[in-house]
């Protein structure tokens, strides 16, 4: 029976384009920002351990957003949607 759980690529392979970031809630992105996608399912433990670090570097600024971010980690499956496409197929 095959897997449809998807691997994360952290081990292997360079910092390269991997992903399209489009906003969903209706701003523009700005030109020049850059985006760097995480897996904080678990997948990645990399991932993990940055989202703890950026949370606790936000948490004086943004509290709100540090608890939001320990929330999605204690349970990625209850953090924000992450699809536009409900059976996350590619666009």
């Known amino acids: 029976m095959e897997s449809t759980q998807?691997?994360?690529r952290y081990a292997k392979g360079a910092f390269t384009e991997r992903f399209a970031v489009?906003?969903?809630?209706?701003?523009?992105?700005?030109?020049?920002?850059?985006?760097f996608v995480l897996d904080?399912?678990?997948?990645?433990?990399?991932?993990?351990a940055a989202m703890?670090?950026?949370?606790?570097s936000?948490?004086?600024?943004?509290?709100?957003?540090?608890?939001?971010?320990?929330q999605a980690l204690s349970?990625?499956?209850?953090?924000?949607a992450q699809h536009p496409c409900a059976d996350s197929k590619q666009l």
């Open 22 to 35: 489009v906003r969903l809630d209706g701003q523009p992105t700005r030109a020049q920002a850059r985006y």
């Open 40 to 48: 904080y399912s678990g997948a990645d433990p990399h991932a993990v």
């Open 6 to 8: 998807l691997q994360s």
């Open 52 to 56: 703890e670090a950026y949370a606790t």
């Open 75 to 80: 349970d990625p499956s209850k953090g924000p």
């Open 58 to 70: 936000v948490e004086k600024e943004n509290p709100e957003l540090a608890a939001s971010i320990r």
